[in-house]
């Protein structure tokens, strides 16, 4: 495998359901994951607090220092606005109720 001098990062916020904000961004090799969203300026332009968010790389959780590979997707997550649990048993009960009429 050749050695990387720069890294193709793609650093993805989906503000909201259907709306999705993807920076490309080029990173010395060694960068982390707070490099990257640093780079892209997404939490800003959101508002976001860099020690609040919850960040991923390829849909799996990793931490603000984690090292980036060359075409890794960084991803910022939105924090949830219903249990998923409640959300079920709301859908169930949503269910119930129409096919009981």
Known sequence: M?????LCIDVVYCPQPGHTDATAVQLP???TVADA?????LLQRYGLDPGAVQVGIWSRLQTLQTTLRD?????VYRPL????KEARRQRYKRHR???SR
């Open 71 to 75: 075409r890794d997707r960084v991803e």
């Open 29 to 31: 090799a060694g960068a």
């Open 37 to 41: 969203l640093s780079a892209s300026g």
């Open 97 to 99: 109720q129409a096919v």
């Open 2 to 6: 050749a050695h990387v001098e720069r």
């Open 81 to 84: 606005q219903v249990d998923p």
